[in-house]
């Protein structure tokens, strides 16, 4: 998902994996062991099958997979990506998040199973979106106000992650990717024809960002 709001100098508060911390650098620590890898763009056949479980925890091959989702997440400027968007199809993604608060939220969650508010209390919410998969691209998406995602931690403990506003957005997105789904397929015919035609338009300058972003974030 890409970034929808602007990110403040200071904020209010930062939570990572669910729990508040005192303080916490602009990049996360996965970042800075990480390696660029390349973002998947819609069409691609990985982005339209749901993934498969994560079945093995603690092992390297985990770790170093968040690590460059983290780093790949950043030098696109998101604030969620998930597995299948870098070319490997499991239940995975990561984010750097505000919600509407001014609140922080960072961190990980393997295999999510999300939880949305009782249809007769939930308020759904019309708000420009955006995904690092569809390059340039924003339309307005309804999403609950409200979502929880229960899962686990690369070691294999277990996360309950609690999101609001515009973090509960980026937990509904990121859940889609990995049931197969874009933010595409919950827009009319003619809106999923502007999105990819915003796309068509802007993809090239979005790319050519990435690159010299990836170039000052390795400096």
């Known amino acids: ?30 970042a800075a062991r990480g390696a660029v890898r390349r973002i998947t763009v819609v069409g691609e056949e990985v982005l339209s099958r749901p993934c498969r479980e994560v079945t093995e925890y603690g092992t390297p091959e985990l770790s170093a997979l968040i690590d460059d989702m983290f780093l790949t997440m950043y030098v696109a400027e998101g604030a969620g990506l998930a597995a299948n968007q870098v070319g490997i199809d499991l239940r ?35 708000d420009f979106e955006g995904c690092l998969s569809v390059p340039g691209a924003t339309m307005a998406v309804p999403r609950t106000d409200r979502a929880v995602v229960r899962g686990l931690d690369k070691d294999g403990n277990p996360l309950v992650i609690e999101g609001t506003g515009y973090f509960a957005r980026c937990l509904q997105h990121e859940t889609d990717h990995l049931a197969g789904h874009t933010y595409l397929d919950r827009l009319s015919k003619r809106d999923r024809k502007e999105a ?18 990836a170039g000052s974030l390795r400096r």
């Open 1 to 30: 998902m890409s970034v929808g709001h602007d990110r403040p100098e200071r904020w209010e508060r930062v939570y990572v994996q669910g729990r508040p911390v005192d303080t916490y650098p602009a990049l996360s620590p996965e």
């Open 92 to 126: 995975l993604f990561v984010y750097d998040c505000p919600d509407d608060d001014g609140i922080r939220h960072v961190g990980h969650i393997i295999n999510p199973v999300l939880e949305l508010p009782d249809p007769a209390s939930r308020r759904l919410v019309d």
């Open 196 to 213: 990819l035609r915003q796309t068509e338009e802007r993809r090239e300058g979005v790319f050519a960002q990435r690159e010299a972003r």
